[in-house]
């Protein structure tokens, strides 16, 4: 692989990175003083899981903007697929700055349908330019699902 594949790789992976770096600011601080007084579902990971998750996550999403990335010449909707995807990472973001931060988990919760729709969208464009890289955030998707689905939980049990 040459040096300057590998530096798009990486650049891409560090973009993708961003919306988490974020996210921890308002995440750690509030997970002993305010996530655990909440009531939790029954079916909550451990805590210790979110990190190794997020990481892969974050990784194949860099790796599948790095796909859709090195189509730029070839095909026009890169540059609309990178921009859902710019959205989708915004809005990631915001999210644990809303749960996490201003604690309001119903407003998180219809910030995280809207991520979901998001990352939908970056899939179905992403596949139209580069099977593999829609293929790639998948499991993204289903771990969002998941996630919507413990704030909505949160929501019922503590509003």
């Not at 070839?74 to 604690?103: D, R, T, Y």
């Not at 407003?107 to 970056?122: D, E, K, M, R, Y």
């Amino acid at each position: 692989m040459k040096i300057k594949n590998i530096i798009t790789i990486l650049v891409w992976i560090i973009i993708a990175f961003i919306p988490g770096a974020f996210g921890a600011l308002f995440t750690a601080p509030n997970i002993q003083s305010w996530y655990i007084t909440l009531n939790q579902p029954v079916f909550t990971p451990p805590s210790w899981l979110f990190g190794p998750v997020w990481t892969l996550l974050y990784i194949s999403m860099g790796v599948a903007a790095t796909l859709i990335w090195e189509k730029r010449k070839e095909n026009k909707m890169v540059k609309a697929a990178l921009v859902i995807f710019f959205a989708q990472l915004f809005i990631n973001g915001l999210w644990s700055m809303i749960f996490f931060g201003q604690h309001q988990i119903l407003q998180a919760l219809f910030q995280i349908i809207l991520l979901w729709f998001l990352i939908l969208a970056t899939i179905i464009k992403f596949y139209q330019i580069n099977t593999l890289a829609g293929l790639i955030l998948i499991p993204y998707l289903l771990w969002v699902s998941f996630a919507a689905l413990l704030n909505y939980s949160f929501w019922t049990l503590n509003r």
